[in-house]
């Protein structure tokens, strides 16, 4: 059983430009989580999604970020005209549920903003 | 939400030395897992421990729930068990995890 996908593992864009970020969850998980890791800090909750649905993105930066999860495939963060503060390693996680069971997370994306 | 706060920050060790990494946490909470970050930037799942005791090699846990803390504990420590070690806990329902900062273990050979 393949664990959680992250693609690309490494991302590199200048200022201005977009990031597109893709999480494929474990099998038989449908509850998808993004986290975001700034340099030197932990992890930060950004948004949960269900298939097609946000449930919860109180982590979410207002403006400039979107998160989806399509139907089919993979689940995508989205950043428009990347900041240098964007620079961080995002992880997405994965669970059966919302609640009782383990979140296993992806080996994440690294995206630096020069 | 909840607060989760995780001790020492920091933790040196010379190898085969013994540690306990310590999570406390100021709500009620009904997942509870223990995660290391490797250098490399992976995060490795230790323990899903809402509660009581587990053991996986040289490692354990412990989670009291009702007196909110949990405890992660390392023997015969390795080099190649130097990073980060995080607790994350999940409320009824909630969702999302809530991390603490972490532990940063070094280990000296």
């Known amino acids: 059983n393949a664990g959680v996908m992250q693609n690309p593992r490494h991302l590199v864009r200048r200022r201005g430009q977009e990031a597109r970020l893709r999480c494929s969850p474990m099998k038989g998980h449908s509850h998808v989580y993004w986290y975001r890791q700034l340099p030197e800090e932990g992890l930060k909750f950004m948004v949960y999604?269900?298939?097609?649905?946000?449930?919860?993105e109180s982590g979410m930066p207002k403006e400039r970020f979107s998160a989806e999860f399509p139907k089919e495939g993979p689940s995508i963060l989205r950043i428009q005209q990347v900041v240098r503060g964007d620079s961080a390693a995002y992880f997405c996680?994965?669970?059966?549920?919302?609640?009782?069971?383990?979140?296993?997370f992806g080996p994440g994306t690294r995206l630096t903003v020069t | 939400g909840i607060q989760v706060e995780q001790s020492p920050p920091d933790l040196i060790l010379q190898e085969g030395a013994n540690s306990t990494l310590r999570c406390n946490f100021s709500?009620?909470?009904?997942?509870l897992q223990w995660f290391h970050q490797n250098p490399w930037g992976q995060l490795i799942n230790l323990f899903y421990?809402?509660?009581g005791t587990k053991q996986n090699g040289r490692l354990s846990a412990t989670t009291v729930a009702t007196e909110r803390y949990s405890l992660l504990y390392i023997s015969s420590s390795q080099t190649t068990d130097s990073g980060v070690y995080f607790c994350?806990?999940?409320?009824?329902?909630?969702?999302?995890?809530?991390f603490g900062d972490g532990t940063t273990l070094t280990v000296k050979p």
């Open positions: 999604l269900q298939k097609e649905n946000i449930i919860d």
């Open positions: 996680a994965s669970s059966e549920d919302r609640s009782v069971n383990e979140q296993y």
């Open positions: 994350a806990l999940r409320r009824t329902n909630a969702g999302k995890s809530t």
């Open positions: 709500d009620s909470v009904n997942n």
């Open positions: 421990i809402p509660s």
